[in-house]
């Protein structure tokens, strides 16, 4: 016989029950006073494979540059400017051909401003030049020290 934690009264049988935050072990008639609380279930051996796949699929590390599929050039501004002169074109009529503001193509041409990829687009098919390329990756060689990766492994240091 087990006795109830609320009551002191001896019980073969206890519900676990929530009262008042805490969870107790109580008889049927204190049991009344609480919330019951279901059994916690075992898990299967199925569910803890799933889970345990869920988790390494967390932590797998990502390439944050896998879904990168170009990028803007870095002398875009110099590129512009050249095309639109070879055409002949003011920064004023350029920007009607792509239904832009003459504000717009300059600040893109002094590299005050970078196009959007619809911007980017418009000034490919108007200027017919490539503003897009492949992002080059590196690899890196690290020192294995069995400590995670941190930036300073990753700059170059002028001894």
Do not use: W
Not at 2 to 22: D, P, Q, R
Not at 55 to 79: S, W
Not at 128 to 144: A, D, G, Q
């Amino acid at each position: 016989m087990i006795a109830c934690e609320m009551c002191g009264k001896k019980c073969s049988n206890l519900k676990t029950v929530l009262v008042e935050g805490s969870i107790l072990n109580v008889c049927e008639n204190c049991g009344k006073l609480g919330k019951p609380i279901k059994p916690e279930t075992v898990p299967t051996p199925l569910e803890i494979a799933m889970r345990l796949e869920q988790r390494e699929k967390r932590f797998r590390t990502k390439n944050v540059f896998e879904n990168v599929e170009n990028e803007l050039v870095h002398d875009y501004a110099k590129k512009i400017k050249d095309a639109r002169m070879k055409m002949n074109l003011t920064p004023e009529e350029l920007g009607k051909r792509i239904n832009e503001k003459k504000t717009v193509i300059t600040k893109i041409e002094s590299g005050n401003m970078k196009p959007d990829e619809t911007l980017i687009k418009k000034l490919e098919t108007a200027l017919n030049i490539k503003l897009t390329e492949k992002p080059k990756t590196e690899k890196v060689e690290t020192k294995r020290t069995g400590r995670a990766l941190t930036i300073g492994d990753l700059i170059k240091r002028e001894e």
